[in-house]
């Protein structure tokens, strides 16, 4: 495998602009002339919409802008592609990220792409959810597994520390996950049940079920939503997390909701948004879902109406970050987090607090109805 030193990025095939390795580390970015004139910034503060050529920093992406970052896969996906990396005799280690982009080609998460395309294994056969679940655990035991190629066919593009595979349900994309190393037995079940509080508790979710298991209580699968129904089908919908926008990695811990709150009314210029974070951060502090970090809050484009919007919620569950404490304080607080520190949040950002006040009570109300059990 040859290695990549220039790419160029698309958008529904049209070429946003071309990355070009410079200085043998560093993915140097410059918009297309084309897609000045009639596209969007694909990243409004690290690369507003001008002719220039845009230079990253190292860290904390190897060299990438936080937006192409974003569509390497992290956690699981890239255990499959140093293992079949490995399998194929070459060294991960020395395998660059613009060449990590183009393994990714089409296949990412959001709506970007990447052109060359490396193709390392394209495999088309059916397993069981009960087989998937015991080859992922396999291989996360360093155990060798027959199917490497099929669960790199599958959620080699993926995100997250959990086993998962993408496949299509009804013609629609759906993601599934499978239990990891250090997971309890009833993780699916877990995080369907997180989510079905969380719409109860007005937060976005996209569809959401818990698919059949013999050897547990289920596994969690959600429609993707990064996709969306469109002219002859499903189209993919931009996207970038917190982290990329921040140019700031989700393995730290240094996000707090008072800045999150703050970037998402800069970005959205919507107040309503920073109530659907108002709300996502009330579930997070009282379901205990510490695992709050960067990637885990992300904005979608709205083509149409050419604005940004917080995606639904996505990985509810229960969970610890460092320390124990949240990945992302609230108004400072990580370790334990209560009712006025919620509220100082949204009297820094301008919400009504008497509006506040009772949508925390609610949201508390309900976790404490809904998922007792469980924390």
């Not at 095939?13 to 410079?22: I, K, R």
């Not at 190292?58 to 937006?67: I, N, Q, S």
Request: with cysteine; hydrophobic share 40%; aromatic share 10%.
């Amino acid at each position: 495998m040859n290695r990549v030193d220039k790419l160029t990025v698309f958008y529904h095939g049209q070429p946003v602009g071309d990355m070009v390795l410079a200085d043998n580390r560093l993915a140097a970015f410059e918009y297309n002339k084309n897609w000045l004139l009639d596209g969007f910034s694909i990243s409004p503060f690290s690369l507003p919409l001008e002719k220039k050529v845009f230079m990253p920093k190292y860290d904390p992406f190897e060299g990438l802008f936080g937006v192409f970052a974003d569509s390497l896969p992290d956690g699981w996906g890239r255990l499959l592609v140093d293992r079949l990396l490995r399998k194929k005799g070459m060294d991960p280690a020395r395998v660059g990220v613009l060449t990590r982009l183009a393994i990714v080609g089409e296949a990412g998460m959001g709506a970007l792409s990447y052109t060359p395309t490396v193709l390392l294994e394209n495999v088309e056969k059916n397993l069981s959810y009960d087989e998937i679940s015991t080859e992922c655990k396999k291989l996360l035991q360093e155990e060798m597994t027959d199917e490497l190629d099929f669960l790199f066919a599958k959620g080699g593009s993926s995100g997250g520390a959990r086993p998962k595979i993408m496949t299509t349900i009804d013609g629609e994309p759906w993601l599934i996950k499978f239990p990891s190393t250090y997971d309890r037995k009833n993780i699916g079940e877990l995080e369907y049940k997180y989510a079905l509080c969380a719409k109860k508790c007005g937060i976005q979710m996209a569809a959401t079920k818990l698919f059949p298991s013999s050897k547990c209580s289920g596994y969690f699968g959600t429609k993707r939503f990064d996709f969306i129904e469109g002219e002859g089908g499903m189209v993919r919908v931009h996207m970038v997390s917190a982290s990329g926008l921040l140019e700031t990695s989700h393995r730290i811990p240094n996000l707090d909701y008072d800045l999150l709150m703050k970037l998402t009314l800069k970005l959205t210029r919507d107040m309503e948004e920073c109530k659907k974070l108002f709300r996502l951060m009330c579930f997070n502090v009282f379901a205990h879902n510490r695992d709050d970090h960067s990637k885990n809050f992300t904005y979608i484009y709205v083509e149409p109406e050419k604005r940004w919007a917080l995606s639904p919620a996505y990985d509810l569950t229960y969970s610890n970050s460092i320390g124990g404490e949240h990945a992302t304080t609230v108004h400072g607080e990580g370790r334990d987090p209560g009712m006025a520190d919620i509220l100082e949040v949204a009297k820094t950002i301008g919400l009504n607090g008497q509006w506040a006040r009772a949508e925390a009570k609610l949201i508390k109300e309900t976790v404490f109805s809904e998922l007792k059990e469980y924390l």
